[in-house]
């Protein structure tokens, strides 16, 4: 089992900015990919950011040259520097834990939330 608490989520002016960080407990494998993902009301959970073990990474096309994607492996914890936030980042953000179930399979884990409120 894996458990992910997330925080940093808040109400901001279009423009501001946020960071959300999430970190990740108990049984950890050392190969996996960390992230970030978002749905925002009426639509489908979509990837914002992810970055493996390894350290590469990953990112929607709405988010480039905005957000930032960090992890700290040695505390299991990944971070999303959310800079010049638009309305429509509105969303609640979910951090993303996917590691193998087996060798020819994935298994993911998921936080709980938190809102991220960008008003005009």
């Known amino acids: 089992q894996v458990q992910l608490v997330e925080s940093g989520g808040g109400l901001v002016q279009a423009g501001e900015s946020l960071r959300l960080s999430c970190a990740a407990s108990?049984?950890?494998?050392?190969?996996?990919?960390m992230g970030w993902y978002r749905q925002a009301p009426g639509k489908q959970r979509e990837l914002v950011a992810t970055m493996s073990s390894g350290g590469t990474a990953n990112y929607a096309d709405s988010v480039k040259g905005r957000f930032t994607i960090s992890r700290d492996n040695t505390n299991q914890t990944v971070y999303l520097q959310m800079n010049s936030l638009k309305p429509e980042d509105t969303a609640v953000y979910y951090c993303n834990f996917k590691t193998f179930k087996s060798l020819f399979a994935t298994v993911d884990y998921w936080g709980q939330g938190t809102q991220v409120t960008v008003s005009s």
């Open positions: 108990g049984s950890i494998f050392s190969l996996n990919t």
